[in-house]
T-cell receptor
Framework: GENVEQHPSTLSVQEGDSAVIKCTYS??????FPWYKQELGKRPQLIID?????GEKKDQRIAVTLNKTAKHFSLHITETQPEDSAVYFC????????????FGSGTRLSIRP | EAQVTQNPRYLITVTGKKLTVTCSQNMNHEYMSWYRQDPGLGLRQIYYSMNVEVTDKGDVPEGYKVSRKEKRNFPLILESPSPNQTSLYFC????????????FGPGTRLTVL
């Protein structure tokens, strides 16, 4: 069935450095790729998303890149700050399963002061 | 205020005792969904609904039921809960399934003894 793999499961970076989280998906017809951030004890919230007709999207310190040929997409956070510490989830909507949403297993990002 | 609400927020119950977790949204969203979150497994979709009276299975539907009699409400029913259903549950809604931000409820932490 459809699958989204997310790596790494944990990531620790120095404050001010960049962080990259990668996801691969199995359904080549997937067309929407959101990223959610979940702070400790809180609900997931959308931080950025990208559609299949776009290769890259930026929003201040956050960017997402999509490689449809390789079936992977990545979240890039630059100039990391303590408030970036959270669990990040990628997701994909496989066209083959009409409106299901498949999430990755999550990445726990820690920012070291 | 636009929001998704869930009740109860915390629940401890015993094996076999039927329970219902309610979910309601006030944003006139068509799409609603239930997820369970377990350590290392990310968010897994249980059931989703594209509109009133239209529901479909996600990746982990076994042991759960849902109904969508009204647009705003999407209750999750556990007819005979078992310990392996101990988890953190999130309800979410979006305008439609595709290309749309999922708005999550605050979560329900369920423990089945």
């Amino acid at each position: 069935g459809e699958n989204v793999e997310q790596h790494p499961s944990t990531l620790s970076v120095q404050e001010g450095d960049s962080a990259v989280i990668k996801c691969t998906y199995s359904d080549s017809a997937s067309n929407y790729f959101p990223w959610y951030k979940q702070e400790l004890g809180k609900r997931p919230q959308l931080i950025i998303d990208i559609r299949s007709n776009v290769g890259e999207k930026k929003d201040q310190r956050i960017a997402v890149t999509l490689n449809k040929t390789a079936k992977h997409f990545s979240l890039h956070i630059t100039e990391t700050q303590p408030e970036d510490s959270a669990v990040y989830f990628c997701a994909a909507t496989p066209r083959s399963s009409a409106s299901k949403i498949i999430f990755g297993s999550g990445t726990r990002l820690s920012i070291r002061p | 205020e636009a929001q998704v609400t869930q009740n109860p927020r915390y629940l401890i119950t015993v094996t076999g005792k039927k329970l219902t977790v309610t979910c309601s949204q006030n944003m006139n969203h068509e799409y609603m969904s239930w997820y369970r979150q377990d350590p290392g497994l990310g968010l897994r979709q249980i059931y989703y609904s594209m509109n009133v009276e239209v529901t479909d299975k996600g990746d982990v539907p076994e042991g759960y039921k849902v109904s969508r009699k009204e647009k705003r409400n999407f209750p999750l029913i556990l007819e005979s809960p078992s310990p392996n259903q101990t988890s953190l549950y999130f309800c979410a809604s979006s305008l439609w399934a595709d290309y749309n931000e999922q708005f999550f409820g605050p979560g329900t932490r369920l423990t089945v003894l």
